[in-house]
């Protein structure tokens, strides 16, 4: 399984942005996929999820802002960022679970000035 992030930048707060992800081998719509992100000194952290039959849960902070979404046609998966804060500044990071294992991409980079 391959995780191919894109969609990062740089962008004012109150601006949005659409972060994807493209999901390559052994993974379909059967499977669940997130979105988790890390900022400098912390600890890597979850932001959302979906899960097989579209189910979503979002972390408290990003709830009415985020919308994670897939595309199982393409295997790709989206988090759309609405009224970005300084505070969501981190690497985001597409995760899928595949059975017991966890597959990660290499981060794209969103950084929110004030």
């Known amino acids: 399984v391959q995780l191919v992030e894109s969609g990062g930048g740089l962008v004012q707060a109150g601006r949005s942005l659409r972060l994807s992800c493209a999901a390559s081998g052994t993974i379909s719509s059967m499977n669940l996929m997130a979105w988790y992100r890390q900022a400098p000194g912390k600890q890597r952290e979850f932001v959302a999820n979906?899960?097989?039959?579209?189910?979503?849960k979002y972390h408290d902070s990003v709830k009415g802002r985020f919308t994670i979404s897939r595309d199982s046609a393409k295997n790709t998966v989206y988090l759309q960022m609405n009224s970005l804060k300084p505070e969501d500044t981190a690497v985001y990071f597409c995760n899928a679970v595949v059975g017991v294992q966890w597959y990660w991409g290499q981060g794209t980079q969103v950084t929110v000035s004030s």
């Open positions: 979906i899960v097989p039959g579209g189910s979503t």
